[in-house]
């Protein structure tokens, strides 16, 4: 029996690695470049061309503009780009190995944290739920693990902060600074983070609260350290008055979203996290009330062995369960409560990469909990539960696996073929700014034809050629199959 739960385990290990790599390889080979992407990826070129941490402004007054409050992808993620970028390996491909290898270190930590809770299968289910996710479902989307933004490196970088917090908490608020660094929402997770360290501090009432102060100070240092480096190198590169300018534009960002959009109700965006599985969204709610019904069976009998036989529950259980809620609801919470936020799953995404695999490894352990009692319930509840939990889990996997066989309107090398005449035209007669009209597919042929990237209703666009896929109503410069530029207007 044994060597048969053996063999079945390490062929659903292959199957869900075999799936990750499809879904990654589609995801740095296949899928379009993205407007989001293509401005993200300015800063690093801008690097690489001498000109500092600068991005091309699309969005601010489209003019160079240096630490861009309006690229919240942060230095974690975009310095490693521009080293890779160095070899003088194709762009969008070098750029987009940085986040496919935050996505090999999410799920590798999730693997360690997994087996720490509940051993192997624990960690079997929890590298499957990220692939179940799906953050390519809104118009503001996560493409795939290899997309250049910051939320799936951030998720990575807080995993990894819970892995090595129990024995370098110092480590631990180096990684949360980090993730700020990668992408400025993973501030959310700090109330998961200050739980996860009172939950590991020793003694109780006052004494603990005493152990995790002293215990605290450090790793709460270190989390702010990567922010502190990147604004003193932003003051020395911007003056003080620019600098003031700069935390006032980034303010302003940060109260506004950067969007603006229809007001939003908890209730939809409740309903828009449901739908973002590749399951039914009524099968995908099943399966959470199943997880949270093994977690809270599984804390009942924990409870009741501690209190028979003085068997406390691993501090890894604890702390694991209490930040990944905390964390969970921190982000979920501040979506869904935020109304002038948009439907768009990306926002609270790092939470549900971090916290909810750790939620679904907790609820393996409440299986084994449930299973090892004498009650006939509670063993049939953990058959059934833990059978729900491999069905959907593995049914969204394969899901998605199978959804990268059926490529959309455009990919990377179909944009390549569309720009090509472009960035031929734009190479001989040495343009080195267009314009994209409007916000869209134009934004990422305006990067993939090597030109800077303006927006054209910026006024220090007036005298630049649009870049668009809706016919011209002046001279067309260069036509192509899909996008051709415009002159500007007179």
């Not at 996860?196 to 790793?219: E, F, K, V, Y």
């Not at 007001?263 to 828009?272: A, E, L, M």
């Not at 009998?301 to 702390?319: G, H, K, L, M, W």
Request: net charge neutral.
């Amino acid at each position: 029996m044994k060597n048969l739960r053996t063999a079945i385990f390490w062929l659903l290990a292959a199957s869900l690695i075999a799936a990750h790599v499809i879904v990654g390889w589609h995801s740095l080979v296949t899928m379009r470049l993205w407007e989001d992407e293509a401005f993200n990826l300015t800063v690093p070129l801008n690097l690489l061309a001498g000109l500092g941490y600068t991005s091309d402004g699309a969005l601010s007054g489209s003019t160079l503009t240096p630490f861009d409050p309006r690229i919240s992808t942060g230095v974690s993620v975009l310095l490693p780009v521009a080293g890779v970028l160095t070899t003088g390996i194709d762009p969008v491909i070098g750029a987009r190995l940085i986040p496919l290898a935050y996505w090999v270190l999410l799920l590798a930590g999730l693997a360690v944290l997994g087996r720490r809770i509940g051993g192997r299968w624990a960690a079997l289910v929890a590298v499957a739920v990220p692939l179940a996710f799906n953050s390519a479902l809104t118009i503001s989307p996560i493409q795939g693990p290899a997309d250049l933004l910051g939320e799936i490196p951030a998720a990575a970088l807080i995993v990894w902060a819970l892995v090595v917090l129990p024995r370098r908490a110092w480590l631990a608020g180096l990684l949360i600074g980090l993730a700020v660094q990668a992408k400025l929402i993973a501030l959310l997770v700090l109330p998961a983070f200050a739980v996860a360290l009172w939950i590991l501090s020793p003694g109780r009432g006052m004494d603990r609260l005493r152990a995790t102060l002293t215990r605290s100070w450090l790793p709460l240092s270190l989390v702010a350290l990567p922010t502190f480096l990147v604004e003193v190198a932003a003051f020395v590169s911007l003056g003080a008055s620019g600098y003031v300018d700069h935390l006032r534009a980034l303010a302003g960002f940060l109260r506004s979203g950067g969007q603006n959009y229809e007001p939003t109700t908890i209730t939809q965006k409740i309903g828009t996290l449901l739908d973002a599985w590749f399951l039914p969204g009524w099968l995908t709610l099943l399966v959470a009330l199943t997880a949270s019904a093994l977690i809270v069976g599984g804390f009942m009998i924990a409870r009741r062995r501690e209190a028979d036989s003085d068997t406390a529950i691993p501090p890894v259980i604890q702390y694991s369960v209490l930040a990944a809620i905390v964390g969970l609801a921190a982000y979920v919470g501040w979506w869904a409560t935020a109304s002038h936020l948009p439907l768009w799953v990306r926002h609270p995404s790092p939470g549900v990469y971090a916290f909810l695999p750790i939620l679904a490894a907790v609820a393996v352990w409440g299986m084994r909990m449930l299973w090892q009692t004498r009650i006939r319930p509670a063993r049939i509840t953990a058959v059934a539960g833990s059978a729900l939990l491999v069905l959907g889990l593995g049914a969204g996997g394969a899901l998605h696996a199978s959804s990268t066989f059926t490529p959309g309107w455009e990919t990377l090398e179909s944009q390549r073929a569309s720009v090509a005449p472009i960035r031929a035209w734009a190479e001989e007669n040495d343009i080195s700014w267009l314009a994209a009209q409007p916000w869209g597919g134009p934004t990422s042929a305006v990067v993939l034809s090597g030109t800077h990237l303006g927006l054209f209703d910026a006024p220090a666009m007036a005298e630049t050629p649009r870049l668009t896929v809706e016919a011209c109503t002046t001279d067309v410069l260069v036509d192509g199959p899909i996008y051709r530029v415009c002159a500007a207007p007179e």
